[in-house]
Every structure is written in structure tokens, then in C-alpha cells.
Nanobody, 126 residues
Framework: QATLTESGGGPVQVGGSLRLSCVLS????????VAWFRQTPNQEREGVAS????????AYGDSVKGRATISHDAGKDEISLEITDLRVDDAAVYYC???????????????????WGQGIQVTVSA
């Protein structure tokens, strides 16, 4: 049974940076997509960034392009997300998510992702 364990988050300031980590455990199928989504109250879950665990291809949501970097540490099987130049709008609950895929791209479509972490709160203050 694969699981996702998130860490990081907490209060950060506008203009600062944020780093979230997600450790994937028990996932022995290498061709997987892993992504970060975020959600605020009364809003749909928004795709932030994704990475293909086997091939390394990445994708980013429009709201974070140029400010976000997603990466995979194969030794730890840890997927990290860094966002710089934080804005108030970046405040949300961030979720790590994953699914097995035969392909090499990882679209940021929440419906594709079958495994989800519990979520981690990020607050951004001016």
C-alpha cells in the first residue's frame, strides 16, 4: 500500500519562499506521476506542479510558473516543491498526490490522481 507523507508549510511572508516535501512510501511501480495541488475554502483544487517519477518531466500551473520548482530525490523517494516570491494568493492547503501511469507526462488534472496526502497548511502574511 503506497502512502504519501507531507512536511513543510506553516506561516511565511509575502516575497519569501516556501519548501514542501512529500515522501512516497511503498510505491514500487516506478512510472508514477506525483504532483502538488492546493485548495482554499470554496475553491476547486488547483494543480501547482507535477513530476514524472520515472522520467522526470515536469509541469506547472499558470499561477506559479517561473516561481515554482518541483524535484525528485530518487534516493529518498522524496518530491519537493519550492515556491519563491510568495504572494498572499499562495496561501492554501497543499496536497501531495500520485497515480500510476504508463505514460511519460503528468497533467495537472486532480481526477487522475488516486493517492492523496492529508494536506498541509500554508499561510502567507504581508
Amino acid at each position: 500500500q503506497a502512502t504519501l507523507t507531507e512536511s513543510g508549510g506553516g506561516p511565511v511572508q509575502v516575497g519569501g519562499s516556501l519548501r514542501l516535501s512529500c515522501v512516497l512510501s511503498g510505491a514500487y511501480y516506478s512510472s508514477r506521476c506525483v504532483a502538488w495541488f492546493r485548495q482554499t475554502p470554496n475553491q476547486e483544487r488547483e494543480g501547482v506542479a507535477s513530476i514524472h517519477r520515472g522520467g522526470g518531466r515536469t509541469a506547472y500551473g499558470d499561477s506559479v510558473k517561473g516561481r515554482a520548482t518541483i524535484s525528485h530525490d530518487a534516493g529518498k523517494d522524496e518530491i519537493s516543491l519550492e515556491i519563491t516570491d510568495l504572494r498572499v494568493d499562495d496561501a492554501a492547503v497543499y496536497y501531495c498526490a500520485s497515480y500510476r501511469t504508463p505514460g511519460w507526462t503528468c497533467p495537472l488534472e486532480a481526477a487522475n490522481y488516486k493517492l492523496w496526502g492529508q494536506g498541509i497548511q500554508v499561510t502567507v502574511s504581508a
